[in-house]
């Protein structure tokens, strides 16, 4: 069993910057991927970045590359979304979710376990 908790959503101005944070307890094992995804008002949750506990290559959304990157810090189990550049269209509820899978995938139906979610909201 894996448990996800997010903190550090908030309200931000567009150009801002936000450090989202998902610790995880429980059994993780390096080849876990770790994806980011959101949900808008009134929209579908949508992937955002994933990469995988043990390092590797991140895969990002297209309209976030160059503005927001993934890092880890094994040795607390957390993973970190920092968030640069921030545009009122990156306002949502924002997830941290583990798949048991031994690879990247930015398939929602292929995590396992969710976090809460935490709201980041970017005024114009």
């Known amino acids: 069993q894996v448990q996800l908790v997010e903190s550090g959503g908030g309200l931000a101005q567009a150009g801002g910057s936000l450090r989202l944070s998902c610790a995880a307890s429980g059994r993780i094992f390096g080849s876990y991927a770790m994806g980011w995804f959101r949900q808008a008002p009134g929209k579908e949750r949508e992937f955002v970045a994933v990469?995988?506990?043990?390092?590797?290559?991140?895969i990002y959304l297209d309209s976030v590359k160059g503005r927001f990157t993934v890092s880890r810090d094994n040795a607390k189990n957390t993973v970190y979304l920092q968030m640069n550049s921030l545009k009122p269209e990156d306002t949502a509820v924002y997830y941290c979710a583990v798949a048991v899978v031994y690879r990247t995938t930015t398939r929602q139906g292929e995590y396992d376990y969710w976090g809460q979610g935490t709201q980041v909201t970017v005024s114009s």
């Open positions: 990469t995988r506990w043990s390092g590797g290559s991140t």
